[in-house]
């Protein structure tokens, strides 16, 4: 039977745009959803959006005394860098306390809090759209921290009754965990009000309820691997025997020339700052070798070297590593880069554009006697089992390996051996159909 997961990443706060981070997380969420697939898994794309809480209140305070009813249209905005701007604006020592009282009147359904609430998350989720659809990101569900959180509270609830949480004397409910090495966890504030680990598990409860998956995989920062450690082992001792089958898969941060992605004083590097980025990098390289290329085109293939190039950069690392990415260099048309490949890609196509493939049957392989050509049927061999190395190791960095690697076998027998002009009819069908493998494996592995 096909095995059914479900994979949770990308998993915003709504107060802010999408960081360089989130584009780690969600080309990992993606190309892994792509490896499973390729293995006859049923995969389900989920996020979990952080759409409540005191820090989602700072944005909507510091609009509500700043914002002179501007809107991101009026401001010339991206909807999401709108909101972050206001998220930037707000000032701790003068708003806290009225971040709190607008978080309590939200939670109380006061009206005018939630109607502006509403809107500026409508704003938010119109700027993710457009960045989603740039990083070529999307969801089977979307769920919302709003309507979980209360759900976490009957889970607190009925971990009292099985004795698997404990009261404490101030009103709050914990669970000791220092048994297993981990520390002693509040699960619920003396005030009543609920941890962000308990909209987790009742999550998690609802997620399996709804689809009955045989594992899921929460693509989530290094960061958090606490946090999970705890979670896994909460839903353990309540008694649901599919916590076994829960995975965080934890990746490294993403570091620039000048250093760490930076924090949230408004220096946060943007995915849609770098995607614009390298974009633009790909523009002016493919503008040199191409100077005739009309604007169309040159926008068409900007997008695609320089996305290509982002996604391979970001997953051409093992995910537990931190990556240092250098937009020139993730860009270059030589190296271990995305363009590379993407450029052998095209080379092959080129040559095989107007030629008519000779029947499979007619073609005798056993003329492909040269060392490069055998190094080249080798390595062609070996993509099943790299494809479902990668996906059973969640690792999509193996098949871009072998993807550089494929393409460097092709340019050392294609810089000795001619295929067109080669010596007699028969090697030069033997070596058609072998570029032609070759073309096959490099489309589908860069779609993955």
Known sequence: TKQKIVLEYSSPNTNKPLHLGHARNNMLGMSLSCLLESQGAE???????????????????????????ETPESAGMKGDHFVGKYYVLFDEETMM???QEALRKWEAGDAKVVKLWEQMNKWVYEGYEDTYRDLGSEFDKDYYESEIYKSGKEIVAQGILKDVFKKEEDGS???????IDLDKKILQRADGTSIYITQDLALAVER?????????????G????????VLFEILKRLGYEWAKNLRHLSYGLVFLPEGKMKSREGKVVD???????????????IKKRFPEISDAELGQRSDAIGLGALKFMLLRVTPSQAIHFDPKEAISFEGSTGPYVQYVFARISSILENMELPEIDDVDFSLLAEKEEKELVLKLMQYPEVLSSAAENYNPSALCNYLLELSQIFNSFYHKHSVLKAEGGTVRDARLCLIASARIVLKNGLNI
């Open 43 to 69: 995969v389900i794309k989920t996020q979990i959006i952080n759409d409540r809480g005191i820090h989602i209140m700072k944005s909507l305070v510091a609009y509500q005394k700043l914002g002179n009813n």
């Open 97 to 99: 306390d009225e971040a």
């Open 173 to 179: 409910v914990s669970i000791n965990l220092e048994d």
């Open 208 to 220: 399996q309820k709804e689809f009955k998956a045989d594992s899921l995989i929460y693509v989530v």
């Open 222 to 229: 290094q960061e958090q691997e606490y946090h999970f450690k």
């Open 271 to 285: 995915a849609d700052d770098i995607i614009a980025e390298v974009e633009d990098l790909a523009a002016k390289e």
